[in-house]
């Protein structure tokens, strides 16, 4: 049997830390999107704490009874937070970002620092997977997993025009360039996309239950395109500490997130009601490189010059 074991990226960017002990205030309707995405964020909170904690019980309270994730059930899943539990680590987790599928089933990816390291926690990542998939039930939302027996893998190919593009799986970068195959994912609905700079961002929905063939044809960006405006910092700036403010905003842009590029590993970093965007991020190496891309509703992809700046250690 395979089991799909992708990387465990180390991020290296402070973005507003929140530690899981913490809960997020928010506003939210009434069985709005916005109020089950809140629901779902006060649950991996509450999970985390609960590890924080050692308190099996406000762990699994959050799990499905149906709770199936890679040949794990929900007892085979309260015995490995008991393993957990061994490592004797402190979890802070944030830039919890949630995609809604439909009104019963939800997924979510996260940020997770534990003993000093910081991993991209995904439904594809070989670390915490199992606590991305939910499943409304009963008006709660409960972890649901993703219901893999441990027998069903599946692969992806993926090519495109011109090659050399990134490989997105929702929204995660998959570490692989186009031509590629991701290979061993389990079935399921999932987000795809490709991007290669100078050209337009690509993403569609999957459902794989057979494995696929998807070849993509770039277009570079027409107008309207999200014109991206750093204020800070100015490119080449030299800084005496161990992070920098990265401020600025996006006209000709309607979404409520870009991606940073940094020293070649990317970041989601929020942009608000106004078009703004504020985030520290960590210096921790003398020269750093760093651009931002954003799409718009029409497709379109802007981006910006590449800015390097330094850290005098």
Known sequence: MKVFKPLAYLLIISLLVTPACILEVEDGGGGSYTQWKYEIKQVIYSIYEGYNNRNIFQIMEHFSQDFMHNTMNYNDEESLWYDRF????????????????NDAYAKTSYYLQLNGNTYNVNSLSEFYSDVTIFRRENGYWRVYGNQNPGWQYYDINVDSYPEGARIYIDGNYTGQNTPATIEDISPGQYTL???LRGYNEISETI????????????????????????????NGETFNDTEFLLNGYINNFDGNEAILTYNDIEYSIEVDSF?????????????NTFFIRATNNQGNTGTTVDYTIYREF
């Open 207 to 234: 459902y794989l239950d057979e494995d696929i063939y998807k070849n993509y044809d770039l277009q570079t960006p027409s107008e309207p395109k999200p014109d991206i405006n750093i204020t800070s910092p100015e």
């Open 86 to 101: 061994d490592q004797d680590y402190t979890a802070n987790v944030y830039n919890i970002d949630i995609e809604i599928i």
């Open 193 to 195: 996309g490709v991007y």
């Open 275 to 287: 078009n703004d965007f504020r985030v520290y991020v960590s210096l921790t190496q003398q020269e």
